[in-house]
């Protein structure tokens, strides 16, 4: 029989939306519980450590504009560094080989850059009548959300090879192909991010920053203070609501408190039998709003040889296994 439980708030995902919400209700007195499928904390942030060494497996930086992360990491004590910036970027492109360049963007091919680059500043420019806090109130967010990223990239970006661009540089801040993304959403990210520019870039851009130690290990921080309110290895099966209280029946746990917070991605918050129903819509949203999905390879070296050749590490291709 699973352990019973009584709370005045009980938080579905020890992400860091789960733990985030945890903690500022604790701040203010209330009792709360996180009840967590997995055997860590962090979600989507995953640092595994051996041998001495640490590497994120899930994300991993962040930049000027994150400030509640960055700020959360300097309030736990986890510092941060920057990413390397110095040397020459390596770019393979189909049809010109090998390149070096350095700066913002490839210089290699300016026709096509500059192409690259007008479609992005059209792009932010379109994301600034998204309001953040209701993107469905855009003027035009009907006709957005009926069409993808990839309609928009082939109305608005004549040269096969700046599409490809585009195309990477959407892959690599998504993680999803251009066509599975709805216009509106993306417009809605990059308005929340501050721009595609800023996105795809490292110096004062999304990736100017990592965590000392990993990522996870700010939310296993926020974890350890927040103690037995945090339970693992515990995957939420069902949450009924009766008589103004809420139970959350989990493997091994079972949680009954007056306000229920499901923290995890629509695609995980769907598979929870709930009781009464999901209104319709939401159940709709739960079931097509799947993850994107990324593979990270590490490969440790004794040294980082490629300095001594000038060069900082960082490449971008559009053809191959690795983009």
């Given at each position: 029989?699973?352990?019973?439980?009584?709370?005045?708030?009980?938080?579905?995902?020890?992400?860091?939306?789960?733990?985030?919400?945890?903690?500022?209700?604790?701040?203010?007195?209330?009792?709360?519980?996180?009840?967590?499928?997995?055997?860590?904390?962090?979600?989507?942030?995953?640092?595994?450590?051996?041998?001495?060494?640490?590497?994120?497996?899930?994300?991993?930086?962040?930049?000027?504009?994150?400030?509640?992360?960055?700020?959360?990491?300097?309030?736990?004590?986890?510092?941060?560094?920057?990413?390397?910036?110095?040397?020459k970027h390596l770019q393979y492109t189909d049809g010109m080989g090998l390149?070096?360049?350095?700066?913002?963007?490839?210089?290699?091919?300016?026709?096509?850059?500059?192409?690259?680059?007008?479609?992005?500043?059209?792009?932010?420019?379109?994301?600034?009548?998204?309001?953040?806090?209701?993107?469905?109130?855009?003027?035009?967010?009907?006709?957005?959300?009926?069409?993808?990223?990839?309609?928009?990239?082939?109305?608005?970006?004549?040269?096969?090879?700046?599409?490809?661009?585009?195309?990477?540089?959407?892959?690599?801040?998504?993680?999803?192909?251009?066509?599975?993304?709805?216009?509106?959403?993306?417009?809605?990210?990059?308005?929340?991010?501050?721009?595609?520019?800023?996105?795809?870039?490292?110096e004062g851009g999304a990736q100017a920053d990592r965590f000392d130690g990993?990522?996870?290990?700010?939310?296993?921080?926020?974890?350890?203070?927040?103690?037995?309110?945090?339970?693992?290895?515990?995957?939420?099966?069902?949450?009924?609501?009766?008589?103004?209280?809420?139970?959350?029946?989990?493997?091994?746990?079972?949680?009954?408190?007056?306000?229920?917070?499901?923290?995890?991605?629509?695609?995980?918050?769907?598979?929870?039998?709930?009781?009464?129903?999901?209104?319709?819509?939401?159940?709709?949203l739960t079931s097509r709003a799947p993850m994107g999905s990324v593979i990270?390879?590490?490969?440790?070296?004794?040294?980082?040889?490629?300095?001594?050749?000038?060069?900082?590490?960082?490449?971008?291709?559009?053809?191959?296994?690795?983009?």
């Open positions: 029989m699973p352990s019973s439980d009584t709370t005045q708030v009980a938080i579905v995902g020890a992400g860091f939306a789960g733990l985030t919400a945890a903690r500022e209700l604790t701040k203010r007195g209330i009792d709360v519980r996180v009840i967590e499928a997995r055997d860590r904390v962090g979600g989507r942030t995953w640092t595994i450590r051996k041998d001495g060494y640490w590497l994120d497996a899930g994300g991993q930086w962040t930049g000027p504009g994150q400030d509640h992360i960055r700020a959360l990491g300097e309030e736990m004590g986890v510092k941060s560094f920057p990413t390397w910036p110095d040397g390149r070096r360049w350095t700066g913002a963007a490839p210089t290699t091919d300016m026709e096509t850059m500059s192409k690259v680059v007008q479609a992005i500043m059209a792009f932010d420019q379109l994301s600034e009548e998204v309001p953040v806090e209701a993107p469905w109130d855009a003027p035009h967010a009907r006709e957005w959300d009926a069409m993808t990223v990839q309609g928009w990239i082939d109305q608005n970006i004549d040269s096969p090879r700046a599409r490809e661009q585009m195309t990477t540089a959407i892959e690599a801040v998504f993680a999803a192909e251009p066509h599975d993304i709805s216009l509106l959403h993306a417009l809605f990210y990059a308005k929340s991010g501050l721009g595609l520019f800023y996105l795809v870039s490292t990993g990522m996870q290990s700010v939310a296993e921080k926020v974890a350890n203070a927040l103690g037995d309110r945090v339970i693992l290895s515990s995957p939420v099966r069902r949450i009924s609501q009766e008589n103004g209280a809420v139970t959350v029946e989990a493997d091994g746990a079972s949680v009954k408190a007056k306000i229920c917070v499901v923290t995890t991605p629509p695609s995980l918050a769907g598979r929870i039998d709930y009781s009464p129903a999901m209104p319709p819509l939401r159940d709709h990270k390879v590490h490969a440790i070296y004794d040294s980082p040889w490629w300095r001594d050749d000038g060069l900082s590490g960082r490449v971008i291709s559009d053809k191959g296994p690795i983009k």
